[in-house]
């Protein structure tokens, strides 16, 4: 079955980075586009990031640009978010997803903390 596991949260001061890992199984993942989500307490999920397939093409919402960074290894069958200068508004869980088929997967989520 479609598996999506997240790991690399944590507690990090403002400032601070953290690279995020998003691992997937059950499926073809050098198929299915990428994307991160994050859900901050309170707030509706928000789209984080986008990869293609590939890995040749990615974009970003406002709030992350130039901070966060996606990317993918294909053989490895995993998805990464690199997040740096954090801020305390980062503050949230976070989550990959990828549509296959006509349904969309998620994965359990990562917890991240930035204090300031």
């Known amino acids: 079955q479609v598996q999506l596991v997240e790991s690399g949260g944590g507690l990090v001061q403002s400032g601070g980075s953290l690279r995020l890992s998003c691992v997937a199984s059950g499926f073809t993942f050098s198929n299915v586009i990428m994307k991160w989500y994050r859900q901050a307490p309170g707030k509706e999920r928000e789209w984080a990031a986008t990869i293609s397939t590939a890995g040749d093409s990615s974009n970003y919402a406002d709030s992350v640009k130039g901070r966060f960074t996606i990317s993918r290894d294909n053989a490895k069958y995993t998805a990464y978010l690199q997040m740096n200068s954090l801020k305390p508004e980062d503050t949230a869980v976070y989550y990959c997803?990828?549509?296959?088929?006509?349904?969309?997967?998620w994965g359990q989520g990562t917890q991240v903390t930035v204090s300031s």
């Open positions: 997803s990828g549509r296959v088929g006509w349904s969309v997967y």
